[in-house]
């Protein structure tokens, strides 16, 4: 298993930028496909972005495309999630997710581990 932090969340601006990342260890990080999700209150946790283990195959939601970023460092045991151009329904607490794998994982049972999450808000 592989442990992961997320870090980087806040209170933004509409129109504005953050960069959330996730530290992992335990494991070898670059045997591990990655992913973003994100959960409001009350709803499910819903697929933000992914990369794959060598980080030059990436996807996203249709919300995000165009606007958030996932990339990773496995000399740093990390992956990033660049948000610009943030919006009031991006609020949400975004979770970083890894498996061993060498594709993208877009589902929640894709995954099996998990970071405890960062809270992300964007005022109006």
């Known amino acids: 298993q592989v442990q992961l932090v997320e870090s980087g969340g806040g209170l933004v601006q509409a129109g504005n930028s953050l960069r959330l990342s996730c530290a992992a260890s335990?494991?070898?990080?670059?045997?591990?496909?990655a992913g973003w999700f994100r959960q409001v209150p009350g709803k499910e946790r819903d697929f933000v972005a992914a990369i794959n283990l060598g980080g030059g195959v990436t996807y996203y939601a249709d919300s995000v495309k165009g606007r958030f970023t996932i990339s990773r460092d496995n000399a740093k045991n990390k992956v990033y999630l660049q948000m610009n151009s943030l919006k009031p329904e991006d609020t949400a607490v975004y979770y970083c997710a890894a498996r061993r794998g060498s594709y993208y994982y877009i589902l929640r049972s894709d995954y099996d581990n998990w970071g405890q999450g960062t809270q992300v808000t964007v005022s109006s």
């Open positions: 335990g494991r070898t990080f670059s045997n591990y496909a």
